[in-house]
């Protein structure tokens, strides 16, 4: 009798080469070792054949609809089989990662694979395992800032993708592991930057923001003249004065004269640095009326956005 083990990773992990080396002390030794590859995953080999890293085997692709039990037990027929190993687990169906589960039964089965997609849900395949498996290990990894990897986000343009079809092959280059903080602050640019590049085209040519409301004095109360903002103006103040500040030790220090963020220079000024600006005027706005009128009128915040994007997809 065997047993089911899910070896698990993040992107980039180099799942597939860990497998196809584990099954390499299988034939050392003389062994058979019967490697399953979803059909679907056509990165790592294709036409009956897996490879990674200059390593490869034969292997059995298999369709989504495919009865795994039934591939095993025509393979059976033709040679013994001492262990089963599947890479790229995650693409398994429910029913096909049971079927694992009725073939350890006879030998012990290895699957390996990612746990979460991109969207840090879990696969299908990969939850079924977590349910049903006998063991679970984690195959380690390191995000690019030096701390563990445990997400797997996927980028185009350098920009993260919060939305889109769960399985894209092909494109390993596009996916990255990293860690969580990573993780939330690319997903928090990506969430932003969409904004940046409308806002963009409306305050490139933008010479009025807004029109000053200045009342009539009361005996009593005395209340300040204040800018009614325009439905394009409007419409920023309340997406951008929601943006959570992450790192408070970023924090700028400048002056809340208009003249003196006028002369802010954006040249290689960071993402969080000119979105801490923004923030800083917003907040400010609410005692010094006029001031994101004036900035807008003048370039300012144009120019401010265009850093942002800039900072965006110069970034590695």
């Known amino acids: 009798m065997g047993k089911l083990h899910f070896r698990f990773g ?17 034939t050392q030794k003389k062994m058979n070792a019967l490697v399953f590859k979803p059909a679907i995953d056509t990165k790592h080999g ?7 890293m200059g390593i490869s085997s034969p292997c059995i692709d298999f369709k989504i609809d495919d009865n795994l039990i039934s591939l095993f037990e025509k393979e059976k027929e033709l040679q013994k089989i001492h262990v089963v190993i599947v890479v790229e687990s995650q693409f398994c169906t429910k029913a096909q990662i049971e079927q694992l589960r009725e073939i350890s039964e006879e030998v012990s089965v290895y699957a390996y694979g990612l746990m979460t997609n991109f969207k840090t849900e879990l696969f299908e395949g990969s939850k079924r395992l ?9 195959i380690k990894s390191d995000c690019f800032c030096g701390k563990k990897a445990t997400m797997n986000g996927r980028f185009i343009d350098n920009v993260m993708e919060i939305e889109g079809s769960e399985i894209v092959i092909g494109d390993e280059e596009k996916y990255r592991a990293m860690c ?14 969409n904004k940046i590049l409308k806002y963009l085209k409306i305050f490139e040519n933008k010479t009025t923001a807004g029109t000053w409301f200045i009342p009539k004095r009361m ?65 400010l706005e609410k005692h010094k009326a006029g001031l994101l009128k004036a900035l807008i009128e003048d370039g300012s915040l144009f120019r401010w956005l265009k850093q942002i994007k800039r900072a965006i997809d110069h970034e590695e």
Do not use: W
Not at 11 to 23: K, P, Q, Y
Not at 46 to 52: A, H, I, L, N
Not at 182 to 190: I, P, W
Not at 270 to 280: A, E, N, P
């Open 180 to 193: 969580y903080s990573c993780f939330k602050k690319e997903q928090r640019k990506a969430r932003v930057y």
């Open 10 to 26: 993040v992107v980039n992990s180099n799942l597939t080469a860990t497998a196809l080396m584990f099954r390499h002390t299988y």
């Open 130 to 138: 977590l349910e049903i498996s006998d063991s679970i290990q984690e």
């Open 46 to 52: 294709k036409d009956g054949v897996v490879e990674e």
């Open 219 to 283: 005996q009593v109360n005395k209340i300040d003249p204040y800018v009614i903002y325009d439905e394009e103006v409007t419409a920023f103040i309340n997406e951008f004065k929601g943006f959570e500040i992450k790192n408070p030790e970023q924090l700028i220090v400048v002056s809340d004269n208009l003249e003196d963020l006028k002369k802010i220079k954006m040249l290689d000024q960071s993402f969080d640095y000119v979105m801490t600006l923004i923030s800083y005027v917003l907040e």
